[in-house]
């Protein structure tokens, strides 16, 4: 039989801004009602030092490949492959608990951010609202948030995120949905990210952008444009990092979706990674973690930071940082 090429499909130009597309394997929800504490305390790096973190759920729908959080599902039991984004837990008191923690530390604690282990507008948020309402819970105690997340479903949130006078982020680290899906198979296409910055842009409400990861050799080129298009959707901060492997699990899960859905590409992505990290994937320490050893590193800093420049972005950090010992909560991974 002769291979007759299919004309272009007219319902292609639509896509979900919500959950992508659905995961190949069955999605299995887990309430969890006994969390004693929703406050975690986070080392970002020696410039900055710590942030106080809320995290609502646990694994992420988005199934990102390269994901660093993938490691904490393994700390109750789960794997940090396939089971990270099918095998989520909701902490369903979360609000409550936030509110508890606030009673007893509030003088101490000047915001929280709301993004670590998973992206705190998971499609689940729609119907457990959990983020929504421990935002509310800062409102009531009057502590300002930044959120980062690859979800439209923030822009649900856009009075609440105004009187809270919020600074929100959007992960864009690809330019089309082509480049995202073999790293990013099911968050939002980055067009419905986009238009959810603008929207909350136009709203009053801070807005940037984290290019993160950076894979050199496939998405470096895509920074100017990237930081050109937030720009014109109303972002006013901007980061990026380079991409980081932090277990053996991870970078292994990495490498077998990558060469599940890349093979022709992959040895050179490898090998990219492998020259920036010292012929390994995965850095010696956490200082490394954002760190190249190679001139095309150095030459992708010196492009963000001349398009950050003329753009006027500014560079994005915690609203306010904490000292390691001026707060009663324990330093936790989620």
């Known amino acids: 039989m002769r291979h007759i090429k299919n004309p272009p499909n007219p319902y292609n130009k639509f896509s979900s801004e919500y959950i992508g597309e659905p995961p190949e394997t069955k999605l299995e929800i887990f309430e969890e009602t006994v969390t004693k504490s929703i406050l975690s305390k986070s080392y970002l790096d020696s410039e900055v030092g710590y942030r106080v973190t809320v995290n609502c759920y646990r694994g992420c729908i988005h199934g990102c490949t390269y994901c660093f959080a993938r490691r904490y599902h393994e700390f109750i039991g789960y794997g940090a492959g396939t089971d990270f984004e099918t095998k989520i837990v909701a902490k369903v008191n979360a609000p409550q608990v936030l509110r508890n923690e606030l009673k007893r530390t509030r003088l101490k604690i000047p915001n929280l951010e709301f993004s670590l282990a998973t992206d705190p507008y998971i499609p689940i948020e729609a119907n457990y609202k959990l983020t929504q309402k421990c935002l509310e819970v800062c409102?009531?105690?009057?502590?300002?948030?930044?959120?980062?997340?690859?979800?439209?479903?923030?822009?649900?949130?856009?009075?609440?995120?105004?009187?809270?006078?919020?600074?929100?982020?959007?992960?864009?680290?690809?330019?089309?949905?082509?480049?995202?899906?073999?790293?990013?198979?099911?968050?939002?296409?980055?067009?419905?990210?986009?238009?959810?910055?603008?929207?909350?842009?136009?709203?009053?409400?801070?807005?940037?952008?984290?290019?993160?990861?950076?894979?050199?050799?496939y998405n470096d080129s895509d920074i100017p444009l990237l930081l050109e298009k937030a720009h014109k959707n109303g972002a006013s901060k901007a980061f990026m990092s380079l991409i980081h492997f932090d277990t053996d699990s991870i970078e292994q899960y990495f490498t077998q979706r990558l060469e599940e859905k890349m093979p022709t590409k992959m040895s050179k992505i490898i090998n990219h990674i492998?020259?920036?990290?010292?012929?390994?994937?995965?850095?010696?320490?956490?200082?490394?973690?954002?760190?190249?050893?190679?001139?095309?590193?150095?030459?992708?800093?010196?492009?963000?930071?001349?398009?950050?420049?003329l753009l006027g972005f500014e560079k994005f950090a915690p609203l306010q940082v904490v000292e390691k010992n001026s707060l009663p909560i324990q330093q936790r991974l989620f």
């Not at 920036?276 to 010196?302: C, M, V």
């Open 139 to 217: 409102r009531e105690f009057g502590i300002r948030v930044g959120i980062i997340t690859k979800s439209p479903l923030v822009t649900r949130d856009i009075e609440l995120l105004k009187k809270l006078d919020a600074t929100v982020l959007f992960s864009i680290p690809f330019l089309t949905k082509e480049s995202s899906n073999p790293f990013e198979p099911y968050t939002p296409v980055p067009e419905a990210r986009f238009r959810a910055m603008k929207k909350l842009s136009d709203a009053g409400i801070a807005t940037g952008i984290g290019i993160a990861p950076v894979i050199l050799g």
């Open 274 to 309: 492998k020259r920036e990290k010292g012929g390994k994937l995965q850095h010696d320490t956490y200082a490394e973690r954002n760190a190249g050893k190679t001139e095309q590193w150095e030459l992708a800093k010196r492009m963000f930071n001349l398009h950050f420049k």
